[in-house]
């Protein structure tokens, strides 16, 4: 009788994993080929040949070769136990297996999300990703410097209306004055004409009596 094939199939085998450096594996190498450079290169020969200054005062050339077949052996062995660490502890295969995860989940995401597919971080040139790390920044900055802006213009605003009220009062005021003024010269030329009246009754009052004095003494 032949067997019934399961409702649930096992998943299939992971595919495997290639040993060529992926994105991770490959910055590790740099990173480890940066700093043993950077120590091979520590090792002067100026700092190797103080620890022997006989050598080095009577045979310079030669204490030279030692120092630079020193250097070469400890650069090599240094390589060599690194490849044997990687390949022991697969650690290549490995960081390619995290890219992988780390890129399909990223897929996962995008897919439920519905944004697009956002670069990795590891094909981001520098000045992507300087722009990168102050764009927060100057989002907020730009925000804050908008907010002041507006502040700033709020207040002339409010300066703007109090001028035009000062301005409205001033001339309110002068339409005041003016008035006054008016008032006074009117009341200036009334009492102008009202001298003259006067004086013109004196005047005629001083020849009346001028004129009797005159038939007084006339008799």
């Known amino acids: 009788m032949p067997q019934r094939e399961s409702a649930s199939p096992s998943p299939p085998p992971e595919a495997p994993t290639a040993n060529t450096a992926g994105p ?3 910055r590790l190498q740099k990173v480890f080929a940066g700093a043993l450079s950077s120590s091979i290169q520590s090792n002067s020969y100026a700092n190797f040949s103080a620890c022997f200054p006989t050598p080095a005062k009577y045979c310079p050339t030669a204490l030279e070769g030692v ?3 020193l250097n070469q052996r400890l650069e090599d062995e240094c390589k060599r136990d690194f490849d044997k ?3 022991e502890r697969a650690v ?3 960081l390619n297996q995290w890219d992988a995860l780390i890129e399909d989940a990223r897929r996962r995401r995008d897919r439920s999300t519905g944004e697009p597919p956002g670069r ?3 094909s981001l040139g520098a000045d992507e990703l300087y722009t990168a790390r102050l764009t927060p920044f100057l989002q907020q900055a730009h925000t804050e410097l908008e ?3 507006g502040e700033s213009q709020r207040e002339n605003e409010r300066m703007v209306s109090t001028i035009q009220q000062q301005q409205h009062d001033i001339e309110s005021l002068m339409s005041k004055i003016e008035a006054v003024v008016k008032d006074l010269e009117g009341s200036v030329e009334a009492m102008t004409a009202g001298d003259e009246n ?3 009754a004196l005047k005629t009052d001083l020849w009346a009596i001028e004129q009797e004095v005159a038939a ?3 008799q």
């Open 85 to 87: 660490i990687l390949e």
């Open 198 to 200: 006067t004086a013109q």
């Open 216 to 218: 007084t003494k006339a």
């Open 92 to 94: 290549v295969a490995g």
């Open 147 to 149: 907010g002041k802006l």
């Open 120 to 122: 990795p971080m590891h």
């Open 67 to 69: 120092w630079k077949q």
């Open 24 to 26: 991770r594996a490959a």
